[in-house]
């Protein structure tokens, strides 16, 4: 399974401009097309004869639309920038012929009702005049992935297999349109391959394990849902089963016999096995308690590269060199992860460069930190580019007269690679930090201030770990080699301890705890304890109901030039009349629900708050399906608001 799915994570783009106030029609170059030679005139019997023989070449028009846009689409490797053929269909056959819910449509993808209503809202009147320049009205739509084998994580429904033969075990799939008859997508095109392997493992299981699957009129059963998330390096599932029981004993003998049948018919396939007890009524898949989840077999986490490292490509498999690694994503069961992480990687860079070099950044709904950690890599890498160029350009130079002196400071703000200054992530769920301080640890540390405290073993390997930590207790050094970080992590499957070595020096360990934090709070509560006070950029990617309306009023009020400026809200004199967003020049909107966000965008631009629209651009994350995950800037005169920016 690990060689036929390796072809299916290449990066690539799909890239569609539309703006209805300038549908020019592109007139054809002399000479194009026709003939050879020196003939320099447009020849139409070989146009037509060239059209029929390729009609899929990367410069043709998309189809048309009912509104009559100009929208031309073609396909673009980011790493060569060369134009492919136009693909626009995905080949399933449980669309056609099992009438499947999981998509809309398997064609003309980019033209989907809430790709269209997109277009006309930030391509309208009332729109275009909230925008920078004019130059940048146009609405673009990008497909940032390929349009099958893109989704790397999924939650199927569980129903049995035959009504009269109980032990024929469970069979997986989603549930019809206004139903809850469970529809078996076994050859799903829009599924990463090796989850569509662990749908077949796991029914044959089940079968001879002797599972049933939950009976929701009735109340009984075992098994209820499954979630898979597939870990892009090595191909390998994580699979969490939703057992219809309130404590863990509950599940035995059944679910004992479950795993041992899934690690025995494929033990190379599971990345780790999971159980999540849930015996409440209701659509509500995972329930909230943490007490509810045990892991049964493998590693606590999935690791994933963090996106525009050097290792994206080894993310997917591609020659992954462990002593090149800028930062690795952590992620469990018990935190949100995107389904198409392919094409959220796209999202995640261009968001990064949308924060300008040398920014406080506040982010919000952070996940594990997703946007953040990209956007924190980012300017580290690109201050230390600038730094070397910028060394070897002023070889001669004075050597007191240092780039990051108070004397050049001026030169300094002329540099386009800077680090950010400091990062602040919130989201309420609890299970996110632990994963958040994981990836801090695989970053180098000139980019986190933090240094690695070596790695901790996985309790299913704890024998190795404590030889491992024999072994190094034995030695008087204090000095961790790189030869000794690889060893415990090749023993351990390198999971990251969560305490960090500082030196003895107190201001070092304080500084380094106050550069990036992550508080578990909602946003709302995150706003009125501060978290954006002093902030030059905010990041939100809320759910689908939007913004919460404590953020929300807090970034519809103006930017008030005589309040103090302050980073914590504790120097706040009068804690109401404040603004809390008061420094926030730039934000970024990632929105996964399109009316809400015309909603928020609607409120933010009516307030008188300053705020104007540098970009808008729709993402169709999912193709086959009816949603756009749209990215606005937004930007507004500050304190701190620098006229180029403007």
Known sequence: YSSSSSSSSSSSLYVTRSNPNSRKQQRPKRGEGGGGGGNNKPNKNNNRKNNEKRPNRSNRKAPQDNNNYNTNTILITPSTNKKRKYIDTIPCTHFQNDNCPGCITTSHITNTDIVRSAQLYFTSSSLTKHFMTTQQQDFHVVVPSHITKWRTQAKLAVSAKSKWNKNAGVQLGLYGRGSHNVIPIPE?????????????????????ANIDAYQEDIGQGSLRYVQFMVERSTNKVSCSLVWNAE?????QPGLSRLVKEMKKSY????????????DNYGNAIFSRSPGRWFRMDGPEFVRESLPGTATRGGGRGEGDDEKKKEGLLFFSP?????????????????????VPPGSKVCEMYAGVGLLGLTSLSYHARNAAASFAEDEEEDYDDDEEDEWWNDDNEERSQQRKGKPLKWLRCSDENPANPRCFERSLRSMPSEVTGRQ??????????K??????????????????TIEDMMAQMMANEGEFNTSFNYDDNDEEEEDAKNYIKYTVAAAGKAMYDGQALGADVLIVDPPRKGLDDEVLNQLCKPHDADQDYVENKVMLRNNRQHNLA?????LIYVSCGFDALARDTDKLLKANAGWKIKSATGYVLFPGSNHVETVVIFKRRGRRMMMEDW
């Open 188 to 208: 799903c095109d829009v599924h990463h391959p090796s989850i569509n392997i662990a749908m077949e493992a796991l029914e044959k299981a089940s079968a001879k």
């Open 452 to 461: 690695a405290d070596g790695f901790k073993s996985n309790k299913y390997n």
């Open 582 to 586: 008061n420094d926030v020049t730039t």
């Open 247 to 251: 404590q863990l004993k509950e599940c």
């Open 267 to 278: 033990p190379k396939l599971w990345h780790s096995i999971w159980v999540h007890c849930n």
């Open 334 to 354: 018990m935190t949100f992860r995107q389904g198409n992480m392919d094409g959220f990687d796209i999202i995640a860079q261009h968001v990064a460069k949308e």
């Open 463 to 480: 024998k190795k770990g404590r030889k491992q930590n024999r072994k190094a207790s034995n030695n008087n050094s204090d000095e961790i």
